[in-house]
């Protein structure tokens, strides 16, 4: 069955990084574009950062354009999400998805000083 299970997150200061994971596993996972979403406290998830099948095209939301970095390894079934100059309205639980309705447990982020 499909996997996807995040790995990463923790507490870190404003202006610092961190490096999410996801790893897949049930399916040929070189055959699927993935996403990274977030949810906040009390809001609804949103779409942080898309990959294509190959890794060749990403696409971000506004808010983490020029702060996060999304990549995947097809050998190693790992998605990743580099997050530089964090924000405490970065602050939330990180999913990875693929298509129809796959989700991983989530990882969560804090951002504090």
């Known amino acids: 069955q499909v996997q996807l299970v995040e790995s990463g997150g923790g507490l870190v200061q404003p202006g610092g990084s961190l490096r999410l994971s996801c790893e897949a596993s049930?399916?040929?996972?070189?055959?699927?574009?993935m996403r990274w979403y977030r949810q906040a406290p009390g809001q609804e998830r949103e779409l942080v950062a898309s990959i294509s099948s190959s890794g060749s095209s990403t696409t971000y939301a506004d808010f983490v354009k020029g702060r996060f970095g999304v990549s995947r390894d097809n050998v190693k079934n790992t998605m990743y999400l580099q997050m530089n100059s964090l924000k405490p309205e970065d602050t939330a639980v990180y999913y990875c998805?693929?298509?129809?309705?796959?989700w991983g447990q989530g990882t969560q982020v804090t951002v504090s000083s």
């Open positions: 998805n693929r298509d129809p309705n796959y």
């Open positions: 049930g399916f040929i996972f070189k055959w699927y574009a």
